[in-house]
T-cell receptor, first 113, second 110 residues
Framework: KNQVEQSPQSLIILEGKNCTLQ??????????LRWYKQDTGRGPVSLTI?????NTKSNGRYTATLDADTKQSSLHITASQLSDSASYIC????????????FGQGTTLQVKP | EPEVTQTPSHQVTQMGQEVILRCVPI?????FYWYRQILGQKVEFLVS????????KSEIFDDQFSVERPDGSNFTLKIRSTKLEDSAMYFC????????FGSGTRLTVV
């Protein structure tokens, strides 16, 4: 069954610190892997998109990595800010032309001053 | 930046009633989607829509649900005979193929 699992479930860090979120997936074959940020009660907002041939992708203080052999991805957040407090969701798009996305359950990040 | 617009932002309905959730996708996008997120759970795919027909639907998307693009700009999700367990955030998205999500409609069935 196509699944996306994330760890940790939640994380608390101090403002200015770095953190790394993990994602394991069983979706195969897949078209791309995405990381989204979701604020409470809002829609997901895209942070990074990587195809199976890409190893890393950066977007400002966010850096995503992908190991397609081990089916693992990570999202590294540098110099965290209070506004980074949100849910971070790993999302995989299976191959095919319907565009369906399979979501992980997310990691809830809380950045404290 | 172009947005996907969803209305209403909140909807409360009596169990057994029909609801229509509305979405205005980004104008040059060709693929349209509905997802739902039950409180505290992951976002789940409901249906994808392309070229005026459903291209894929999940097992959640049974006969209770239907989608329509009535006028070339709006994209609607109709839920017939709502149940308590239909209470969730419903997200519309469009892609071309870059994906953009709307802010969601919070549906509460009482």
């Amino acid at each position: 069954k196509n699944q996306v699992e994330q760890s940790p479930q939640s994380l608390i860090i101090l403002e200015g610190k770095n953190c790394t979120l993990q994602c394991n997936y069983t979706v195969s074959p897949f078209s791309n892997l995405r990381w989204y940020k979701q604020d409470t009660g809002r829609g997901p907002v895209s942070l990074t998109i990587m195809t199976f041939s890409e190893n890393t992708k950066s977007n400002g203080r966010y850096t995503a990595t992908l190991d397609a052999d081990t089916k693992q991805s990570s999202l590294h957040i540098t110099a965290s800010q209070l506004s980074d407090s949100a849910s971070y969701i790993c999302v995989v798009s299976p191959s095919g032309n319907t565009g369906k996305l399979i979501f992980g359950q997310g990691t809830t990040l809380q950045v404290k001053p | 930046e172009p947005e996907v617009t969803q209305t209403p932002s909140h909807q409360v309905t009596q169990m057994g009633q029909e609801v229509i959730l509305r979405c205005v996708p980004i104008s040059n996008h060709l693929y349209f989607y509905w997802y739902r997120q039950i409180l505290g759970q992951k976002v789940e795919f409901l249906v994808s829509f392309y070229n005026n027909e459903i291209s894929e639907k999940s097992e959640i998307f049974d006969d209770q649900f239907s989608v329509e693009r009535p006028d070339g700009s709006n994209f609607t999700l109709k839920i017939r005979s709502t149940k308590l367990e239909d209470s969730a955030m419903y997200f519309c998205a469009s892609s071309a193929p870059g994906y953009t999500f709307g802010s969601g409609t919070r549906l509460t069935v009482v």
